[in-house]
């Protein structure tokens, strides 16, 4: 079973810029998929992005176009990142990684996405 780690949330204030990880346990993003998601208190889980394989070009929630960009350890395949640029408060949430089939990118269902991470949080401070 592969298990996927987050980490570099922590809290931010708007405008600031903040990286975040995600590894797994195995080389689950050469056979896979990864993307991101995230959920704020009282809101339903929420597409971020999600990278395709090689020159396919990544996918972004309109929220975050721009500001946010996802990239892939295509070295090792096992780290995927989230830089994260011009924060706002509504960013503030609990950021997940999660992996998707070829076959399913394009998707922005976290019904597609599974090998969840115990999530990293950002949260506003402003």
């Known amino acids: 079973q592969v298990h996927l780690v987050e980490s570099g949330g922590g809290f931010v204030q708007a405008g600031d810029s903040v990286r975040l990880s995600c590894v797994a346990s195995?080389?689950?993003?050469?056979?896979?998929?990864p993307g991101w998601f995230r959920q704020a208190p009282g809101k339903e889980r929420e597409f971020v992005a999600v990278?395709?394989?090689?020159?396919?070009?990544?996918?972004y929630a309109d929220s975050v176009k721009g500001r946010f960009t996802i990239t892939r350890d295509d070295a090792n395949h096992t780290v995927v990142y989230l830089q994260m640029n011009n924060l706002k408060p509504e960013d503030t949430a609990l950021y997940y990684c999660?992996?998707?089939?070829?076959?399913?990118?394009?998707?922005?269902?976290?019904?597609?996405?599974?090998?969840w991470g115990q999530g990293t949080q950002v949260t506003d401070s402003s």
């Open positions: 195995g080389r689950i993003f050469s056979d896979s998929l």
């Open positions: 990278i395709g394989w090689r020159d396919a070009s990544p996918l």
């Open positions: 999660a992996t998707t089939s070829y076959s399913k990118f394009g998707s922005t269902s976290y019904r597609d996405f599974g090998s």
